[in-house]
């Protein structure tokens, strides 16, 4: 199943590819706009330089940029022991070669993203508020679509992404402006050159100003299509679609406006801390232009997936939920869907799990606590003492609950 | 003439290609090694934190004194039997269940015990074991996706032209069998 998301890296490549197309013609756009088609080769040379230093002074500014950025405090074992069990749990059950670091940073709203271009060198960071708000399970779900970006190396490929769209971005403002305040050398050199030259010119402007948009656009749908594929591999690492889906509602029932609101770290977070209003509009939360895909939508892919756990069982929720598919070759990989199967048949992935919960359960019911399963929508549904007898109706699909 | 070094080339990419997959057989049986071994760690995790519950609860659990004794016998028993060298035979499957089945009976009847619930030092320890009781699931679990993509990639073509040293890995199922024996945990 590793291998569909590697093929799906390739795509990826594609995209960046892409990108750096865009970013040439808008360099050649940009030197055909001064020095005429003799321009144009110098222009591609200068766009290509700029893009090499933003990528490596991102590069050498490291991994811990997006930390730094955040503020976030690296945590041990026996500063969350919750957190950081958790975060390990997730690394055993991704196979990661080490423990990503752990830090936590200081803000009421609820979120989390991890970083580092490779495995070895990853850190998962998630903010107070996340803390505050979910139980185990839910921490669990987090935990593990951010390990699922490291694990399907992500980061790397966001990073790149990102600072080619950065690129783009200021030479298309660069070109802009130079239209703006100097439509001198485009008159001269088209002067210069005649006919050809004044297509060249037209073309040029076209490309300054369309491409950034293009650019941004192909960014935003590679970060929406990773996002999906996180939360695949985190459902596979916790075998416990539920947990994700039950954090992202309520992270996203959330309206405590986060402080780091910059575009170029949102695809980092598990739910886009860009605009938490419009995002918290669930339903349409999502666009053309938004970073992640919309909560809803991805809670709905989350609660198809119909007792299963695997990618397999993930794409087909997804293709069920959207009618689309998320990823194009899918092989029939006999080996996966028999492993599935005898899993399940086994039952020794999920008994402990379920023997855990409902250990925990039981501990719950002694402690005064209410646990009532909906009829209607599957839900357990767990009322702590002071609501147990008086909460009637499931809180998910306002069905009457039984018992 | 034709030259020669046509062929030449055709046999250097193809003894490439041969080393290329090769070397990516030998990654993934390391990779179920490796889920094995960690298996492994989180198992001695779970035998290491078992005397500190016992100490911890002692003082309280002034009427499980049965059950400490047995959770104590369980986890020698289950420690010996992976010293044995007989790991992911029935044995340690079986000491490992028992082992664990206890271990929720300990903290069910944990719930008679006020004082003992509000220690800190077991609230701790309590994540501390159902946090071990996860790994063990998880590692099992990731275990046998390395198990699985190991046998894919052994048996797909091209590679099984030459995967003839790579033998087949069976998927860990042992808790299947352990579950059977189990006492059920009721409350």
């Known amino acids: ?57 991102t590069v050498a500014n490291g991994d811990d940029v997006f930390l730094r950025m955040s503020k976030a405090q690296q945590i041990e074992s026996k500063d969350h022991p919750v957190l950081w069990n958790v975060v390990e749990e997730m690394s055993i ?85 130079a239209l703006f305040y100097g439509g001198m050398s485009r008159s001269r050199s088209s002067n210069r050159n005649g ?127 959207t009618g689309r598919q998320l990823l194009h070759s899918v092989p029939e990989d006999a080996g996966l869907a028999a492993r599935a199967a005898a899993v399940g048949a086994a039952g020794f992935v999920d008994a402990p799990r379920a023997r855990a919960r409902a ?45 | 003439m034709p030259p020669l070094w046509i062929p030449l080339l055709l046999l250097a990419a193809l003894v490439v290609w041969g080393i290329l997959i090769y070397n990516g057989l030998v990654g993934s049986r390391n990779e179920v090694k490796n889920g094995w071994s960690q298996i492994d760690v989180q198992l001695k995790r779970r035998h290491d934190l078992i005397p500190n519950l016992v100490e911890a609860v002692r003082g309280y659990m002034t009427h499980e004194a049965g059950l400490l004794k047995e959770v104590t016998e369980a986890r020698a028993r289950a420690t010996q039997a992976a010293s044995g060298g007989m790991v992911g035979a029935s044995a340690v499957g079986a000491a490992e269940g028992l082992l664990g089945g206890l271990l929720s009976k300990v903290f069910v009847a944990a719930e008679a015990y006020p004082d003992l619930k509000a220690s800190t030092n077991f609230l701790a320890l309590q994540e501390e074991l159902s946090s071990t009781e996860n790994r063990i699931a998880f590692a099992r679990q990731a275990y046998n996706d390395a198990v699985g993509s190991y046998n894919t990639r052994r048996e797909s073509f091209p590679n099984n032209l030459i995967a003839g040293g790579f033998g087949k890995v069976d998927f860990l199922t042992i808790e299947k069998a352990v579950e059977r024996e189990l006492p059920k945990v009721e409350v």
């Open chain 1, 359 to 403: 250990a925990s359960d039981a501990l719950l019911t002694s402690g005064g606590w209410q646990i009532l399963d909906c009829g209607n929508c599957g839900a357990r549904v767990k009322l702590p003492p002071p609501l147990a007898g008086v909460v009637r109706r499931c809180p998910r699909c306002e069905a009457p609950l039984g018992g």
């Open chain 1, 195 to 321: 006919g050809g030259g004044a297509i060249i010119a037209v073309v040029s402007i076209l490309v300054l100003i369309l491409a950034p948009i293009f650019a941004q656009l192909m960014y935003f749908a590679l970060s929406r299509r990773r996002e999906f594929l996180a939360d695949a591999s985190g459902a596979r690492f916790s075998r416990y679609p539920e947990g994700l889906a039950r954090a992202l509602e309520k992270i996203s029932g959330q309206r405590v406006p986060q402080r780091d609101q910059s575009r170029v770290t949102a695809p980092m977070y598990i739910v886009s801390p860009v605009h938490p209003g419009a995002m918290a509009a669930r339903g349409q939360g999502s666009s053309m232009f938004s970073t992640h895909p919309s909560v809803e939508q991805r809670v709905r892919v989350l609660r198809s997936m119909a007792g299963g756990a695997g990618v397999a069982d993930y794409l087909r929720a997804y293709s069920q939920v």
């Open chain 1, 1 to 57: 199943m590793w291998e569909q998301i590697r093929s799906n890296r390739i795509r990826s490549a594609f995209v960046v590819t892409g990108m750096a197309l865009l970013l040439g013609a808008v360099g050649a756009s940009l030197g055909a706009m001064f020095g005429g088609v003799g321009g144009m080769a110098i222009g591609v040379g200068v766009a290509l330089v700029l893009w090499l230093i933003l990528w490596t002074t």
């Open chain 1, 93 to 177: 059950a991704a196979a990661l070669p080490k423990m990503p670091r752990v830090y936590v940073v200081e803000d009421p709203a609820p979120n989390a993203f991890a970083t580092g271009r490779n495995p070895d060198k990853a850190a998962v960071a998630v903010t107070t508020g996340l803390l505050g708000m979910l139980d185990r399970d839910e921490l669990q779900g987090v935990v593990a679509h951010e390990i699922g970006h490291i694990k399907n190396r992500d980061v790397a490929l966001i990073v790149t992404a990102g600072v080619m769209v950065g690129a783009v971005a200021l030479l298309g403002d660069v070109g802009r402006r």
